[in-house]
């Protein structure tokens, strides 16, 4: 069974704080996903990766960085939180293209106070 | 960019009974995929499909590639089936998928 485990599933920051998020997968996917969800917005994509190392911009990258130290491990990174970017954060791996499915973790609800 | 229109945003079943959610793409999707957000806040896969129907018990989805749809039944709601639903396609070149806006199905007794 695909396994993409977020940590940590709750996060309370104060704005101008750092945020890591951290998503770990034993998939051995190559590509990893970080979205935000929020109420008629369905998921928007804020930042993917191809491979360790690699890091790319999705639609709404601005105000978030990434990090791919390893093929299971992908960080989101708030440098400066504003009560902005409170929302569920979802991670993801997978392989589209390669007739897989994509597996998400359960979510992280971060609130920017 | 790809858009992704999802119907209907909002839907109320009587359990017994069934409906369709389904999703319109501006562009040709190589794939798409229905998940179901369920109360805990997780995302369930339900289907992936690169072409054709798929059939899990009382759900059932298709999509057309060319006709640029997807389209998924519930029949014979239960009160377990309510929560948001959305799908998400595959684009045809790359490795992004754009989600619609969900759907949310309440299912009543």
């Known amino acids: 069974e695909a396994a993409v485990t977020q940590s940590p599933r709750n996060k309370v920051a104060v704005t101008g704080g750092k945020v890591t998020l951290s998503c770990n997968q034993t998939n051995n996917h190559n590509n990893m996903y970080w979205y935000r969800q929020d109420t008629g917005h369905g998921l928007r994509l804020i930042h993917y990766s191809y491979g360790a190392g690699s890091t790319e911009k999705g639609d709404i990258p601005d105000g978030y960085k990434a990090s791919r130290p390893s093929q299971e491990n992908f960080s989101l990174i708030l440098e400066l939180a504003t009560p902005s970017q409170t929302s569920v954060y979802f991670c993801?791996?997978?392989?589209?293209?390669?007739?897989?499915?994509?597996?998400f973790g359960k979510g992280t609800r971060l609130t920017v106070v | 960019g790809d858009q992704v229109e999802q119907s209907p945003s909002a839907l109320s079943l009587h359990e017994g009974t069934g409906s369709a959610l389904r999703c319109n793409f501006t562009t040709t999707m190589r794939a798409v995929q229905w998940f179901r957000k369920n109360s805990r806040g997780s995302l369930i896969n339900l289907f992936y499909?690169?072409?054709g129907t798929k059939e899990n018990g009382r759900l059932k989805s298709a999509f057309d590639s060319k006709e640029r749809y997807s389209t998924l039944h519930i029949r014979d709601a239960q009160l377990e089936d309510s929560g948001t639903y959305f799908c998400?396609?595959?684009?045809?070149?790359?490795?992004?998928?754009?989600f619609g806006t969900g759907t949310s199905l309440l299912v009543d007794p």
């Open positions: 993801a791996s997978g392989d589209p293209g390669q007739g897989a499915e994509v597996f």
């Open positions: 499909l690169a072409s």
């Open positions: 998400a396609a595959e684009a045809s070149m790359g490795y992004k998928l754009t």
